[in-house]
């Protein structure tokens, strides 16, 4: 036990595979900086020209699309294919902006793994659904605008 005012260390959890560190991962995007590499290079859907480095950009990011949905994101993982350098996961991220809107789009995540953590990945969206990529967009500006102005 440590000395009062002394913070408990959080636990890393531990996976004995990629695939199964995907999974905890999807089932709640927060755990990102608990199994990210503190170095990850997150390309994101709406701007894979412009991707962020570091966690604390990368968990942002993440914390920013829950947030844009109220809090009502799911992402429903169909497959994951991974090994120890790659991982591919396929599904449907499901949510309701501010506006009381549904919102499902397809998505394809792409991990690249260094000693089992993961140090990049890029976000895909379906093509054939923009309209509801867009309302995610403009979802997740509505949030950060709020941040800004609060």
Same mark, same amino acid.
Request: with cysteine.
């Given at each position: 036990? *440590?000395?009062? *005012?002394?913070?408990?260390?959080?636990?890393?959890?531990? /996976?004995?595979?990629?695939?199964?560190?995907?999974? =905890?991962? =999807?089932?709640?995007?927060?755990?990102?900086?608990? #199994?990210?590499?503190?170095? $990850? +290079?997150?390309?994101? /859907?709406?701007?894979?020209?412009?991707?962020?480095? *570091? +966690?604390?950009?990368?968990?942002?990011?993440?914390?920013?699309?829950?947030?844009?949905?109220?809090?009502?994101? #799911?992402?429903?993982?169909?497959? +994951?294919?991974?090994?120890?350098?790659?991982?591919? #996961?396929?599904?449907?991220?499901?949510?309701?902006?501010?506006?009381?809107?549904? $919102?499902?789009?397809?998505?394809?995540?792409?991990?690249?793994? #260094?000693?089992?953590?993961?140090?990049?990945?890029?976000?895909?969206?379906?093509?054939?659904?923009?309209?509801? $990529?867009?309302?995610?967009?403009?979802?997740?500006?509505? /949030?950060?605008?709020?941040?800004?102005?609060?």
């Amino acid at each position: 036990m *440590g000395s009062s *005012g002394e913070a408990e260390a959080k636990e890393t959890p531990t /996976f004995k595979n990629t695939e199964e560190l995907l999974r =905890y991962l =999807y089932a709640d995007l927060t755990r990102l900086s608990q #199994v990210a590499s503190p170095d $990850i +290079i997150l390309h994101p /859907f709406d701007d894979p020209s412009a991707p962020l480095h *570091g +966690i604390a950009a990368a968990q942002a990011h993440e914390e920013a699309l829950i947030a844009a949905s109220g809090g009502t994101l #799911v992402m429903d993982v169909e497959t +994951i294919e991974a090994d120890s350098q790659f991982g591919v #996961v396929l599904g449907m991220m499901r949510g309701r902006t501010l506006d009381l809107e549904d $919102i499902a789009v397809s998505f394809l995540g792409l991990w690249r793994f #260094v000693d089992g953590k993961p140090v990049e990945h890029w976000e895909h969206t379906a093509e054939h659904n923009e309209e509801a $990529i867009n309302r995610f967009k403009a979802a997740r500006e509505a /949030f950060w605008n709020c941040q800004l102005e609060a």
